[in-house]
Each structure stands twice: as structure tokens, then as C-alpha cells.
């Protein structure tokens, strides 16, 4: 087996290399970490424990094929080249100069790109024009100018660009040839579905209200195009100095390709499922938080509609001390507002895949995979999940005001199953009667 393609891979705040990626002949890939940071260094990734021998095509792949960006850009690439899907080594080489969190996967012997940015200094503002530009592209689906490509590419495939907000609010990109990092995250709906980015911004403000740490965001109109704009969570800004932040997707702590975010997509002993996902909590620095933590997001999710509450939507940040801590929630959107998607859990919760048909048993069996078992799981029922159902109550009624009737209509209905099968009393205003759009496929 021959290396044909090698890559030096760098976490920020390390002077040297942390590893190589290979691509062999055979079409595998492999990660081997240097032999210096192996001896003293933390593991890039859960998934990739230290060690002086190389980590194979399935966890490596898995890992690194997670930081690729399924956007204009990256296709772009990949057509110009001639490249398959595939070869994300080859890809890499073209897009791995800024990849999510503080990683880089560079040509061997290139110095580091990733620095800290200077906001007064390492930005170029954008035009009113260039700007509005950018959200139609997007919201109509279209590609974006070779000039605008995007700075530093965000994994996923909603219509969305890495962007930065100087300290006047205007939006910037780095200076061309600046490996400086974004601040924002601009996500913009298709035309016709703009109401998705109220939708997401009302969700995030209510779960707030509901005391979990949420990747900030705000509703923003920009030339007739509704966005919503996201702080990254992987980002630090102090002082004017913009710090990238050490973080993987529950995909990538698991060592899963993302296609097997969802657990229906997965096999026994492949699959993102609730065991899965405890143990990546049960590594963090305060697991029995990040259990309780977790628990209380999936009936989050549930109390709003959505289903889509999959292994790239749950991620970890890394301190510079070497702990591991929850990510904020994001990605926080109504799905079952939305027909175009399937409406089956994307993980499953005590032996249920559907939210409508689960029990009392199914929501038993679920919490006791998080320890919570017997009168403890009733006082957790009793306490923070009574509490939090109440604030969604409370702060729902305001969704009316802005025009989203549908989605408080929607949160009635799934308080109340979840109420019912929790076995608690609460009291819910009467709403209008909401029916499920039926779900469709791209959810997959």
C-alpha cells in the first residue's frame, strides 16, 4: 500500500503539526499522529485516541470526511479537479486551510494559516450590494460569485455562509489570504420558506428563556431576504481579537460518517443511538450535567416539533485545559412545520421512532438510559421538565405576535402528548387544532 497524497494536520495553539492524513493507492485513509504531540498532546477527537500507530480508513475517514462543507465551493473543486466524493484527502488539500473549530489540514511542511484575527485590521467590510448579492444567491439556491467563496466553510447542507460582524455590526470576510476566523454564520431559507429563519430564531429564544446554553442568533432581513445570523460558538472574541475554539460534532466524537447521523441509517453496532450518545456524555468534564443536560434538549426538541435532532446537531467544545464541555444547542427548527422532511425521530427514544405513537413505557425506558430510574425519574419529571414545559407555555403566546400561529399551534399539540406521557398535569391554553404536514424524504 503507497501514500500518494499527505496532509499536515494542525489544531490552533500548537506549534507543529499534530498529525498527518494520508490517502494510499488503495483508496483508504489513514491519520497518524506525530510522534512528538503523541507523546504529551490530547487527542484531536474522541474518536482518535494518542498513539504512535497509524488510526485506519474508518475512523479517520469518518472524522475528517465530517469537516468537509457541502457547499458551491467544495463542488466547485471537485468538478475543476475531476475529484470523487470520496477522496476527501484530495479535497482537503483545496478546502482544509480553514475547517470547523481550530482544525487545518495544510500541504506537508506549510506553516500555519490559522491565526487569531484582528477585527480592526484583518476584515474587509462588504458592500451593501455584495451582501445582498450574497443572501439572494443563497435564497434563491444559486451559486455564489467565485469571489465570494466562502471564508471559512461550515459543514452541512442548508444554504449558509461563514461571515463576520465587526464591532460597527457591518459584515466583513478576512482580508484575501488571511486564514483569520469568521464570527457568524449567516443561514438563509430558500424564497418561499422564509419563515424558517423567524421560525429558528423564536425557537433559540425560548429555549433561553428555558435556561440552555443556545449558539446565539437573530431574525435579519437583508434587502427583502430573510436570514438568520448565528454567533459561532466555536469562535472567542476578546478584545477585538477574534480565538477559534477546539470542537466535533457527536458524529465525530463516535466515529461516524455523517451519512449515519441518523440512527435509521445506521446497523447494531454502527449507529448513532441514545447509548451512543451516552457515551460521549459520560466523557465529558460534568457528566452527570451533560446527562441531564441532554435529556431535558430531547424533550426540548420534542415540545417544538423537532424531530431532526440528529448526531451532527450535538456537538463538544474543548477547553484549553484539556476539558470537554457540551456544546450550545443550534440547529433548533420546527420540523414538523415542514412537509418536505420525514417526521420520524432521528434518534430513538426507548424503542420509539415516532414522536405520536410513543408511551409512557417508551418514555420511562428512555430516561432510565440516562440513569434516571424509579422515584428518581419522577422527581426529575416534577422538577426540571415540569419547569421547562411551563417556560415553552409561557413564552410561546408571543409566536402569535410575530406570525408564527402555526408553530404556537404546534407546540400546544406536542406539550400536550408530552404531558400525557409524562403523566404530569400542566396547564395549556387552548389553541387551534394542528395537523403534522405529512413528512417527505430529505431528512434521510
Known amino acids: 500500500m503507497t501514500i500518494r497524497l499527505s496532509l499536515d494536520v494542525r489544531l490552533d495553539g500548537v506549534r507543529d503539526p499534530v498529525g498527518r492524513l494520508d490517502a494510499h493507492d488503495t483508496g483508504s485513509v489513514s491519520f497518524t499522529y506525530a510522534q512528538g504531540y503523541a507523546a ?31 457547499n458551491d465551493q467544495m463542488q466547485r473543486v471537485i468538478d475543476r479537479e475531476g475529484l470523487d466524493r470520496a477522496d476527501i484527502v484530495d479535497i482537503l488539500a483545496h478546502v482544509g486551510g480553514d475547517c ?5 489540514c495544510v500541504p506537508v511542511g506549510a506553516p ?21 448579492l450574497i443572501a439572494q444567491r443563497l435564497a434563491d439556491r444559486e451559486p455564489l460569485p467565485a469571489e465570494f467563496d466562502d471564508p471559512s466553510p461550515v459543514a452541512g447542507v442548508q444554504r449558509k455562509i461563514a461571515i463576520t460582524v465587526l464591532e460597527d455590526g457591518r459584515f466583513a470576510f478576512p482580508i484575501d489570504g488571511r486564514k483569520v476566523p469568521t464570527t457568524h454564520i449567516l443561514k438563509v431559507p430558500r424564497r418561499g420558506e422564509a419563515g424558517e429563519a423567524l421560525q429558528e430564531d423564536a425557537a433559540c429564544r425560548i429555549a433561553h428563556a428555558c435556561g440552555f446554553a443556545v449558539s446565539r442568533s437573530h431574525h435579519t432581513v437583508i434587502e427583502g431576504v430573510d436570514a438568520l445570523l448565528i454567533e459561532r460558538f466555536d469562535r472567542l472574541v476578546h478584545e477585538g481579537t477574534v480565538y477559534r475554539v477546539h470542537q466535533e460534532d457527536f458524529a465525530q466524537a463516535l466515529g461516524l460518517p455523517a451519512r449515519l447521523k441518523y440512527e435509521r441509517n445506521g446497523a447494531e453496532g454502527r449507529r448513532y443511538d441514545t447509548q451512543q450518545a451516552r457515551s460521549v456524555l459520560d466523557r465529558l468534564a460534568a457528566p452527570a450535567k451533560a446527562r441531564e443536560t441532554f435529556v431535558l434538549a430531547t424533550l426540548f426538541n420534542l415540545a417544538i416539533g423537532n424531530t431532526d435532532n440528529h448526531a451532527k446537531n450535538h456537538g463538544v467544545l474543548y477547553s484549553p485545559d484539556g476539558s470537554i464541555h457540551l ?58 421538565v415540569r419547569e421547562m414545559l411551563e417556560t415553552i407555555e409561557a413564552r410561546s403566546g408571543m409566536l402569535r405576535t410575530i406570525g408564527l400561529r402555526l408553530f404556537d399551534d404546534l407546540i400546544g399539540r406536542e406539550i400536550d402528548h408530552l404531558a400525557q406521557i409524562l403523566e404530569i398535569d400542566l396547564d395549556i391554553r387552548e389553541r387551534d387544532y394542528f395537523e403534522p404536514a405529512g413528512g417527505g424524504w430529505l431528512a434521510s
Open 40 to 70: 504529551g498532546g490530547r487527542p484531536i477527537s474522541m474518536s482518535l485516541p494518542l498513539g504512535a500507530e497509524p488510526i485506519g480508513d474508518g475512523l479517520a475517514r469518518a472524522f475528517f470526511d465530517n469537516l468537509l462543507p457541502e
Open 112 to 132: 500555519a494559516i490559522k491565526v487569531p484575527g484582528d477585527l480592526a485590521a484583518d476584515y474587509r467590510p462588504l458592500e451593501k450590494d455584495e451582501i445582498a
Open 100 to 104: 470547523p473549530g481550530a482544525i487545518s
Open 327 to 384: 456544546a450550545p444547542l443550534y440547529d433548533l427548527l420546527p420540523i414538523r412545520l415542514h412537509g418536505r422532511f420525514t417526521h420520524q425521530l432521528a434518534v430513538h427514544l426507548g424503542g420509539a421512532t415516532d414522536f405520536d405513537d410513543m408511551t409512557t413505557d417508551h418514555m420511562l425506558a428512555f430516561l432510565a438510559e440516562f440513569g434516571l430510574q424509579g422515584p428518581r425519574a419522577r422527581r426529575f419529571i416534577n422538577g426540571p
